[in-house]
């Protein structure tokens, strides 16, 4: 059964850093594409990061150059360097992959970012 838990959220200033990180099991980890969402209060959950099986990233423009995806394909994780961090970067961040046709995700972790 594919399961994701996200960790490392927590209270920032805005210019501060977190860094995110996904465990994942359940999946041959090192074939599958991997995501970052996040969903702020009241707003619909969006794309931040993605990462292929060969590594290539994508990016929202929004955390272009602030943000940086990677996956460790022997401890099977995920993670998202969150670098500048903004007050608009507050929201519950989800891991996500699509397996056999469905989308698993994880249960989330908050990340705050104060003024």
């Known amino acids: 059964q594919v399961r994701l838990v996200e960790s490392g959220g927590g209270l920032v200033q805005a210019g501060g850093s977190l860094r995110l990180s996904c465990a994942a099991s359940?999946?041959?980890?090192?074939?599958?594409?991997l995501h970052w969402h996040r969903q702020a209060p009241g707003k619909q959950r969006e794309v931040v990061a993605t990462i292929n099986s060969a590594g290539s990233t994508n990016y929202t423009d929004v955390v272009k150059g602030r943000f940086t995806i990677s996956r460790d394909n022997v401890q099977w994780r995920l993670y998202l360097q969150m670098n500048s961090l903004k007050p608009e970067d507050t929201a519950v961040y989800y891991c996500n992959t699509k397996f056999r046709g469905s989308d698993f995700w994880g249960q989330g972790t908050q990340v705050t970012v104060s003024s």
């Open positions: 359940g999946i041959n980890f090192k074939l599958y594409t």
